[in-house]
DNA sequence: AACCAGGACGTGA
DNA sequence: TCACGTCATGGT
């Protein structure tokens, strides 16, 4: 099941192409995400950082204000001020615990030659989560590390595959047992499972047009309302 | 005009 | 371990 949903949410919006980078029009629908330098892994990690809990909307607004002072550099970011940070990033929320927080992550890479690929040493860092590791390591240090989110626990527990309120690493290993563990797989559907989340699979889903919804137990369970409600009518 | 968004952390049971 | 409060802007 998880492969053949796999399937259809590629089929259904194409490959997404992840990470969005500024470089490629962070909005385009279609991004070319592999990044080539240090400069990209390192927005990718102030962008992972900085989308906690926030809409990718005002991310953005908040990476092209770094962009415009040259501060998705780790040097330059370790180096600057939190305050000045936090006035840069504000539009993505939360500003000065993430100005914190990059600048945490920040001074951390700065002693090290290249990213972290370890899970348990992201964790280490402050302001890193599960979630904000996995991120890094598959997007910017290209390792497979399947990325869960608030979406994977909503639409597939909708889906009836996992438990609403499931660990996270339980739900990583759920994820990563049924795929091959590919890089370029884990990328695409991590991002898909956005995309859908996005499109339909709202906290208030839209199931109208939604490939998934006749295996979906939340649209079962509403079109069962509707009827029964139309009936009474 | 509430509600939600690609979470993480600190605290007290 | 677990439930809960906190952090905050911008779009719908």
Known sequence: ????????????????????????????????????NDKDRFEIVVGAILTQNTSWNNVEKALFNLNKEDLIDVKKMAAAKESRIAELIKPSGYYNQKAKRLKTIAMHLLRRPSLPEERKELLKVNGI?????????LYAAEKPSFVVDAYTKRIFSRLGLVDENEKYEKVKELFEGKLKKDVETFKE??????EHAKKHCNKKPKCDKCILAKKCRYHT?????????SILK
């Open 189 to 194: 559907y991590h991002a898909l499972i956005v």
């Open 129 to 137: 989560g599960q979630e904000t590791a996995d991120s890094i390591i």
């Open 1 to 36: 099941m998880i492969e053949k949903t796999y399937s259809l949410l590629l089929k259904r919006y194409g490959g997404q192409g992840w990470w969005p980078l500024s470089k490629d029009g962070l909005k385009s629908k279609h991004h070319n995400g592999n990044p080539k």
């Open 221 to 229: 369970l509403n079109t069962s309302r509707t009827s029964a409600s």
